[in-house]
């Protein structure tokens, strides 16, 4: 009875790309910093891939850090740039930016109802001992996009560093880096692999490393290369470069938001200009158990960002734009990709009608 | 046919959810987190059928091969049981939280999981039986559970079905060996799932559930000792009395003034006991003829019961040892349970 399985929970993680595969498994091995030949061998492949991240991200090679992925890049920036400083930040963030936040003397910026952060806001935050700004270049549950250079400039003008987590926004809509200063990307956003990502810092900057132990990654990030990972990252990079499906993928996302918006108390939470984002609601409908539902069905959608699921707490971004603890439950995640197609928005959006008519019967009863 | 199949992570819930699977079933399991606890191994136990260990339920599901979710009911858990087990102590009765979690929690949500998953059915692990919409006791005794259910709304137990009611504890053993759980040989335990050190006066302590401290007395009133809160007693109790004469034990708790009253084992002993807040399952026999069993491992007493609107008075045949107020009194007719309630305070005293 089950059809094929859809996946559509593509910011929590993408499907490798064939194209990807293949070249990890054509990746040399060796270990870059050896002088032999196998590890000159090696070298040349992180380089080759470093040229890639860079051409993707319109910077230097030198200026990207290879990580273990959006995590350490979050961690890395923060850390190593505000260092023991005070931060502006906004309750928006990934779990990975709040984390590295913990300990430092934060200011979060306050949000509008759809997730909006006023430049004036910010402008009024930052204080003379304000060492860094952090804010996503586009959000990961609600798909909300932000103005880097806006924010960057005002930032710039009190002195203090700007960094973005652009792990969603990469990929998938244009990506100016120009006025910033560090921005984190990971490979798996964009049909790469797991456990390897970059952050990108701006040539000149000083950063302090998480881990030391090793002269990699130009003293900034010490620890053997992930070789095999690195080279798909760039793969990964490059196809990401020279083509693009988000205009496919915005029409998809416009049908499955036109479906969605004609249950019955359904409502989109935020302001979604992410091409594959759409964060939505139904009234009486508990998330988790429409999410379940749907997987029932063969349809893989998420109720937040996949690092909070599992437990029951309201998504803090949900609440942070006035939602209630309890319409914030209601809240289930859409991330469409470059292999969604219209069926598949077809089936999903006919099934989710079902499915939350069933969930509202229940909790009704 | 999709069956929701509610796991604790231990043996008896993984064999009824491999059960149903071999037997063709549409199988989704469920684990409730109820606690934030440190998962430990096997020790994270329960008398009824607490979260030992929502990985073990995970790793159950992905070896038989069907889907397994979590359900998080920490916070309701937090309100309905762990508040209530420490207000309990606190007011000197002796609280069993197995009974409230199934009469408070556990079903409600699992059996609106089943609906909005369209399953059409709730099984769980519990050893008691179900036939023409009486709750009967397991044919295994040593194992039944039906105890515990008595404050489960009827309406939810249409909707719910126990596999292993009619299977003995060996039996079940063995189809997990059989189906190769990963938790086959896990040990049963007997703490409270939220307090799995078993360490209940640091529990209380640490949640404002500690009692008064007090003075010890005996059947004259006259003062034997002192103790440092009630929460340490329950009436029946002997240990952390002073050893003076006979064998003493606790007969009452007084929280208002924190006193604890003891006596010989004859002090102990009820002709009838008050019930209060009773849930009815069945309609009370008319010859008010029942079974009282008020604690899970107990003997049922006969009993006739009387009904008045402030509770239940059950006056046994022969005089039983007193259960300690706050403890579920369950009546049984033959095999089935009729209802049940929480031993009153003013039990005390009727002699």
């Known amino acids: 009875m089950q059809r094929g399985r859809i996946y559509l929970d593509h910011n929590a993680t993408t499907p490798l790309r064939p194209e990807v595969r293949a070249a990890m498994a054509a990746a040399p091995w060796g270990n870059p910093s050896s002088v032999h030949a196998v590890g000159r061998q090696a070298r040349e492949a992180v380089e080759r891939s470093r040229r890639e991240v860079a051409t993707f991200l319109g910077c230097l090679p030198e200026e990207v850090i290879f990580t273990s992925g959006g995590t350490e890049g979050d961690n890395l920036a923060i850390r190593g740039l505000a260092r023991g400083r005070h931060v502006v930040s906004s309750p928006l963030e990934h779990p990975a930016v709040k984390g590295a936040l913990v300990g430092l003397a934060v200011t979060y910026l306050p949000v509008g109802p759809r997730g909006e952060i006023a430049v004036d806001d910010l402008r009024a935050a930052l204080r003379p001992d304000t060492a860094l700004v952090t804010l996503a270049a586009a959000n990961h549950e609600l798909g909300n996009v932000y103005p880097l250079e806006a924010f960057a400039a005002v930032a710039h003008q009190a002195g203090a560093l700007f960094h973005t987590d652009a792990v969603q926004a990469a990929g998938r809509i244009p990506l100016d880096l120009r006025a910033v200063d560090a921005a984190t990307i990971s490979a798996h956003k964009l049909h790469g692999p797991p456990g390897v990502g970059a952050l990108y810092l701006r040539r000149g900057l000083d950063i302090e490393p998480l881990m030391t132990g090793g002269h990699q990654e130009r003293e900034r990030r010490a ?18 470069r020279i083509e693009t499906a988000a205009d496919r993928i915005g029409y998809l996302r416009a049908q499955l938001q036109r479906r969605l918006m004609d249950i019955p108390g359904a409502r989109v939470h935020g302001d979604p200009q992410l091409p594959g984002t759409l964060n939505v609601g139904f009234d009486g409908a508990d998330g988790q158990l429409v999410m379940v539902g749907l997987d029932l069905e063969g349809i893989c959608v998420s109720t937040g960002s996949a690092c909070t699921s599992g437990s029951l707490s309201p998504s803090p971004v949900l609440l942070a734009l006035g939602l209630t603890a309890a319409a914030a439950r209601q809240a289930v995640r859409f991330s469409l990709g470059r292999d969604t197609t219209e069926e598949d928005i077809d089936r999903a959006a006919e099934v989710t009608a079902q499915v939350v008519g069933r969930v509202r019967a229940a909790e009704a009863a | 046919m999709r069956i929701l199949v509610a796991m604790s992570g231990g043996v008896d819930s993984s064999t009824a959810a491999a059960l149903l699977h071999e037997a063709g079933h549409d199988v989704v399991g469920v684990t409730l987190k109820l606690f934030n606890a440190q998962g430990t191994a096997a020790s994270q136990g329960g008398r009824c059928c607490s979260p030992r260990d929502i990985e073990d339920a995970r790793a159950t599901a992905a070896a038989v091969g069907f889907p397994h979710y979590v359900l998080d009911e920490t916070e309701a858990f937090s309100r309905g049981v762990i508040d209530d087990f420490v207000a309990e102590y606190r007011a000197g009765r002796t609280p069993n939280p197995c009974v409230r979690c199934n009469e408070r929690l556990k079903f409600g949500p699992l059996v609106r999981f089943a609906r909005a998953i369209g399953a059409a059915t ?66 049963d335990s007997q703490e409270i799932c939220f307090i799995p050190d078993g360490d209940h006066r640091a529990f209380l302590e640490a949640r404002g559930g500690a009692g008064r401290t007090g003075p010890i007395v005996d059947e004259t009133g006259a003062q034997i000792g002192a103790h440092l809160g009630t929460h340490h007693f329950t009436v029946g109790q002997r240990r952390g009395l002073p050893a003076v004469g006979d064998r003493r034990f606790v007969v009452r708790i007084d929280p208002a003034t924190g006193t604890v009253h003891t006596g010989p084992r004859e002090a102990l002993a009820r002709q009838r006991l008050k019930v209060t807040d009773v849930r009815w399952l069945e309609a009370p026999p008319a010859d008010g003829r029942v079974d009282v069993q008020i604690r899970h491992h107990g003997a049922a007493n006969p009993a006739v019961i009387t009904c008045a609107d402030d509770g239940v008075t059950a006056v046994f045949d022969r005089a039983i040892d007193g259960g300690a107020p706050g403890q579920a009194a369950v009546f049984f007719r033959d095999e089935g349970v009729v209802g049940g309630g929480w031993i009153a305070p003013d039990s005390s005293g009727c002699l």
Request: one cysteine or more; proline letters at 6%.
């Open chain 1, 223 to 240: 620890g053997t290369e992930n070789l095999p990972g690195i080279v798909g990252f760039g793969e990964a990079c490059r196809l990401a």
């Open chain 2, 122 to 187: 709730l099984a769980t692990g519990h050893y008691a039986r179900l036939e023409g919409g009486r709750l009967l006791r397991a044919v295994d005794r040593e194992k039944d559970q039906s105890y515990f259910l008595f404050g489960v709304r009827p309406e939810l137990l249409a909707q719910v079905r126990f596999p292993l009611g009619d299977l003995c504890k060996d039996d079940v053993r063995a189809a997990a060996r059989r189906f190769h759980l990963p938790n086959c040989d896990k040990p």
